[in-house]
């Protein structure tokens, strides 16, 4: 039985269970972070000024698919609409450039990882540890790709001009896939940030 209600309070639970567990993981990695820091107390000096904004923006990123999927839900069909044909494209492009990335480089190291004695456990966390940064890689790319495919598609087939004609300017047709680029380069911000101040710590 379709209940709107119910599949709304699956898709809330589901976006909290997304954000805990992006907290989970963030905590682990901010206790090796700390680890490593207190190893290297010269190398930690020079961070500590920037950890606090970078917290701060990467809680907020976190606990934000639930704001998002509120925000979604309490938006007009226009803006549904424009939001599904944009992000339809993008996963496609982040998909396929993370499949072509495995694809090479599972024929460049399979051979030494089988080597190694690794496990399929181990191969998945090799890989789960190499994909943030492959995403700051491919996420500019991607969101390029996909607006010149979705505002192109839009223009193509006139519901530019038909949505022009109900009374909206461009700005408010194309202002979804705006805050989307905005908060993806804020995610790419902060995968970019942990990795460079882990790089740092390291070397």
């Known amino acids: 039985m379709n209940n709107p209600k119910m599949h709304k309070a699956i898709k809330y639970i589901c976006s909290a269970s997304v954000s805990a567990v992006l907290f989970i993981s963030w905590l682990n990695i901010e206790i090796g972070f700390n680890s490593l820091s207190e190893q290297l107390p010269s190398a930690s000096n020079n961070l500590e000024i920037d950890s606090l904004f970078l917290k701060i923006l990467t809680l907020v990123l976190i606990f934000s698919p639930t704001l998002a999927l509120f925000i979604y839900n309490r938006s007009q069909i226009l803006t549904k609409y424009v939001i599904n044909e944009f992000c339809l494209p993008l996963s496609f492009c982040i998909c396929g450039f993370i499949a072509i990335w495995l694809i090479i480089d599972l024929s460049d190291n399979a051979t030494d990882l089988a080597d190694s004695g690794a496990s399929a456990v181990g191969y998945l966390k090799y890989y789960l540890v190499q994909t943030p940064l492959i995403l700051v890689t491919i996420l500019p790319i991607s969101i390029l790709l996909s607006v010149i495919y979705s505002v192109g598609r839009l223009s193509k087939s006139n519901e530019l001009i038909s949505i022009q004609s109900a009374g909206k300017s ?18 790419s911000l902060v995968l970019n940030y942990n990795l460079v101040l882990y790089q740092d710590v390291v070397m």
Do not use: E, H, N
Request: hydrophobic share 55%; charged share 0%; glycine share 0%.
């Open 170 to 187: 461009y700005i408010q047709m194309l202002s979804p896939i705006l805050i989307i680029c905005t908060y993806l380069s804020l995610i």
